[in-house]
Structures are given as C-alpha cells and as structure tokens.
C-alpha cells in the first residue's frame, strides 16, 4: 500500500500532470460557482415560497450555506499550510541535528542525538530515518566486540571499560523511542557495549548478535524476541528484564543477575549459565539444549515442563524450585541442593549425585514422579 501510494505521489508531481489537475480544479471551481447562482436564484421556488420575506430568507440560507463552504475550504487549506511548514520546520530540525552529530564536541553531538529523538517522537515520516541514522553512530562510535581475549601477537587497544556519553544517549534514544511500525529490526550486533545502562529500555526484536554486554545493567528490560546469539552477557544485570522468546543461543551469562526474568520460551541452546543467579526466573518453555547450569541459582524458578535432559546441574540451587513434570533425565545434580522443590511428575531416571530416598526425603514428589 506505501509503495502504491508513493508511486502515485511521483506519478502526480509530474508537470504532465500538475497541467491536468490545474485543468480539472479550474473547471470544478466554475461548476460550482454555476450551481451556486443556480441555487441563489432558484432556491425560493425550490422551497415553495412566494412571500417576498419568506424567499429573502430562502436565499439568505444559500448565502450562509455558501459562506460555510468557503470557512471550511479555508480551514483545509490552513491546515494544509500547516502541516507543510510544520514538515519544513522538522526537515530543518532534522538537517541540523545531523550537522551536530558529526562535530568534533560532545557537547554538540549530544545535543544532536536528543534534538533526533525529540524528532522521531514529534513526526512519524522522520521515525526510520532517525533510527537508522543513531544506529549508524553507534556503528561509528562503538569499538567491535573483541571475540577472543586470549594472547595476541601485536599489542591490542585497550577497549573502554564503558560506552562514552555520547554512546550512551544513542542507545537511551533508541531505547525509548515510539513504538511504530518500522522498515526493519534494529541491529546493534558485534558492538563492545561493555558496562551500558540499559535499564528499562524498550529494545524488543533487536540484533545483539556477539555483542559485549559485559556488566551491563539490562534491569528491567523489554528484550522480547531479540537475537543475542553469542552475545556476552558476563556478570550483566537482567533482573525483572523480559525476555521472552529471545534467542541466547551460545551466549556466555556466567555470573550474570536474573532474578525474576521472564524468559519463557527462550532459546538458550549451549548457553552458560554457570554461577548465574535466577531466583524466581520464569524458564517454562525454554530451549535448554546443552545449558551449563553449574553452581546456577535456581532457587524458586519457574521450570515446570522444561526439558533438562542430560544438563549439568551441578552445585545448582534449587531451593523450591518448580520443576513439575519436567524432564531431568541423566542430569548431573552432585552438590546440588534439593529443599523444597517440587518434582511432582518429573522424570528423574538416571540422576547422578541424588538417590531416589534422597530426592524423596528433601523435594516434593508423587506417584507421578519417575526414578
């Protein structure tokens, strides 16, 4: 429908065409003109009126009606006006705020990332193109992820220990802009994000694909179907954050804060997990594939129906956690700690480090339960 409606706008800004449509409003203005005296004069008889009063006011209900359309075509095209120097006014915002954002100050490079996020929150045409543009700072600014911190032949440059200022208000405008439709997902991937503030941020259906996230505050944020594939998320801050069906295939959350994340339905494939804190996390429904949960806080975590085959729970706390009817076949639970959770209807055959007395005598279990 947008390509449609854009073809026809090009189509009809053509001088060909700009002709005709001058034609067609001139003679339009003169039928009207026509069939307003037609009204004007025949109007009285139209109304079966012969009192000379009585007709003088017929005609006066034409002269009122006439003024009327004239107020209300006036009224459109004060509108119109508007709206086309509101736009202009806009572009120039925009135009300017472009300008800032290659100066050598910071001080005027922030000015120009909140001058584009006034933009984007004020007109709906400017939105993608404000997106695009701060994300393509970012991929200016921000260094590259370093994949691999091992020893190098040449001396490395150091990375920030955290994004600089003008980093960090790109990411918070992005983070907060309108929720609209948009040409495409924001893609923040490969970018050294080590230590942002990215709490209670909106960034659903972003691409956060190897990016370093290393002690990154993500409390409370809307991350909902984002990709994070490989991301390193190391000691980052998720607490509250929804991810649901999020993608962490392969991502490094070692020593990372989800307390009371949602992530239902998540694909957390080969993820590490170890040393992780997860009190009350929501888990039902994820992909744990290959998860290192070793020495993982799980204590109170939502699990039900969650397949753990063959995982490494090893050390885990799982104080009360809710694991009915879930699948913990093979999986290694030495040192792992068992009070109070519930295992009604779990399968708990070839457990290694609990015996089934053990399981019984510390979690909940029934006839359902499988050893």
Do not use: C
């Amino acid at each position: 429908m947008t390509r449609f409606r854009r073809r026809g706008q090009y189509e009809f800004a053509r001088p060909a065409m700009r002709g005709v449509g001058t034609v067609l409003a001139g003679g339009g203005l003169v039928a009207l003109a026509a069939v307003y005296a037609v009204a004007l004069w025949r109007m009285p008889d139209w109304m079966h009126q012969h009192d000379p009063k009585d007709r003088h006011s017929a005609r006066l209900l034409v002269v009122s009606a006439g003024g009327a359309v004239v107020v209300a075509v006036s009224l459109l095209y004060t509108a119109r006006s508007y709206r086309l120097s509101h736009r202009g006014q806009v572009t120039d915002r925009f135009t300017k705020a472009l300008e800032r954002l290659s100066s050598g100050d910071i001080d005027a490079r922030l000015g120009g990332i909140h001058a584009l996020a006034h933009v984007a929150a004020d007109s709906r045409p400017h939105h993608d193109d404000v997106v695009e543009v701060l994300e393509a700072f970012l991929r200016r600014r921000a260094p590259k992820a370093r994949r691999d911190d091992g020893p190098a032949l040449a001396p490395r440059p150091r990375m920030p220990e955290r994004p600089d200022s003008d980093v960090q208000a790109a990411l918070t405008a992005l983070g907060r802009r309108p929720r609209r439709p948009e040409r495409r997902n924001l893609d923040l991937s490969d970018l050294h994000l080590a230590r942002a503030r990215l709490a209670d941020l909106d960034l659903r259906n972003v691409y956060l694909r190897g990016a370093d996230l290393r002690g990154a505050n993500l409390g409370r944020i809307f991350l909902a179907s984002a990709i994070l594939r490989e991301a390193n998320l190391r000691g980052a801050s998720l607490d509250g954050g929804n991810l649901v069906g999020a993608s962490l295939v392969d991502a490094d959350l070692r020593d990372a804060s989800l307390e009371r994340t949602n992530l239902e339905g998540a694909i957390l494939r080969n993820a590490s997990l170890r040393r992780a804190w997860l009190w009350s996390a929501i888990l039902r429904g994820a992909s744990l594939r290959g998860v290192d949960l070793g020495e993982a806080g799980l204590s109170y975590a939502d699990l039900r129906g969650t397949r753990l085959e063959g995982l490494n729970l090893e050390g885990a706390d799982l104080r009360g956690a809710n694991l009915r009817r879930a699948t913990l076949r093979g999986v290694d639970l030495r040192g792992a700690n068992l009070t109070g959770a519930s295992l009604e209807g779990a399968d708990l055959r070839d457990v290694t480090g609990w015996s089934e007395r053990e399981i019984r005598a510390a979690a909940k279990v029934d006839e359902r339960t499988r050893f």
